[in-house]
């Protein structure tokens, strides 16, 4: 019913800036939460940064400062404007949300397929 397509990684030097976007589309009656995890190798899934519907953001702390995650509600796409790249940044990134596809069911999670973002030194 719900579908999450990534956009936005690359190969990036680090210091560099990259956005990622993330388009949900399908059966949705609303979204409650979206944002962005990464899974480097070797390492756990982590959240780096969400948004909920309530315009509240909150943010790994190895991020704050450097990234920031925005939402277009009408379009139902969250960004994620990445600046001041490290190389532990590298990861695979994958947007999520949390959607609402009936008025009688309650929220369910959805993934995207990942996208990598590489950040040389």
């Known amino acids: 019913q719900v579908q999450l397509v990534e956009s936005g990684g690359d190969l990036v030097q680090a210091g560099g800036s990259l956005r990622l976007s993330c388009a949900a589309s399908?059966?949705?009656?609303?979204?409650?939460?979206m944002g962005w995890y990464r899974q480097a190798p070797g390492k756990q899934r982590e959240l780096v940064a969400g948004?909920?519907?309530?315009?509240?953001?909150n943010y790994l702390d190895s991020v704050k400062g450097r990234f920031t995650v925005s939402r277009d509600y009408a379009k139902n796409m969250v960004y994620l404007q990445m600046s001041s790249l490290l190389p532990k940044d590298t990861a695979v990134y994958y947007c999520?949300?949390?959607?609402?596809?009936?008025?009688?069911?309650?929220?369910?999670?959805?993934w995207g397929q990942g996208t990598q973002v590489t950040v040389s030194s």
């Open positions: 999520v949300a949390d959607v609402r596809t009936g008025v009688t069911t309650g929220l369910k999670t959805y």
């Open positions: 399908g059966s949705i009656l609303s979204i409650n939460f």
């Open positions: 948004i909920t519907s309530v315009v509240s953001t």
